[in-house]
């Protein structure tokens, strides 16, 4: 029953649930850009439409749970990606999210192991390796469908790793 013209506080804006992301378009304002769901509950054909008039907010909210939740105690960090930049998905609300993370908290060698069909287990093995090597504590951004691929892959492949203290991994779904 409420309307734009009769909400005059965000709190009077009734909840929504997230399948109507699926079949209306629910935005205040024209898009800055627009987000997709991955598809993975119906379809790609009846994916979820997240329309951002502005992302300066899911910056800032973005950025501070990171920081509250990942972050807390360091400044930057070695960040290790196994989810595609978000030049390569740029409809992807988390790809946009790890990005502003290797922005905000990215040390050197700080690098992206997946494009959007290929999961790049060489590369990352390497980078792993680095950071046993060097001593550098790593942030391990990943889905938890790519996380079982590299863990079987790693069964297959005979791989152990002994990251250093203070490494971390953000597992997401996807």
């Not at 991955?38 to 749970?65: I, K, S, V, W």
């Not at 980078?127 to 079987?152: K, N, W, Y």
């Amino acid at each position: 029953g409420q309307t734009p013209a009769t909400v005059t506080d965000w709190r009077a804006i009734p909840a929504v649930p997230t399948l109507a992301f699926k079949h209306v378009a629910l935005h205040c304002a024209p898009p800055q850009r627009t987000f997709l769901t991955t598809g993975t509950t119906h379809g790609t054909e009846q994916r979820g439409r997240h329309a951002m008039p502005d992302l300066r907010l899911y910056n800032a909210a973005a950025l501070g749970g990171l920081k509250a939740f990942l972050f807390p105690d360091v400044s930057d960090l070695r960040i290790l990606s196994l989810i595609p930049s978000a030049a390569a998905h740029p409809e992807s609300s988390l790809a946009q999210m790890v990005g502003w993370a290797f922005e905000r908290f990215g040390s050197a060698g700080s690098a992206v192991f997946a494009t959007a069909d290929r999961l790049d287990f060489s590369g990352f093995e390497e980078a792993l390796r680095q950071s046993e090597h060097d001593g550098a504590p790593v942030c391990i951004m990943t889905t938890t469908g790519a996380l079982i691929r590299f863990f079987d892959h790693c069964r297959d492949s005979g791989w152990v790793f002994r990251l250093p203290h203070s490494s971390r991994l953000m597992d997401t779904g996807g």
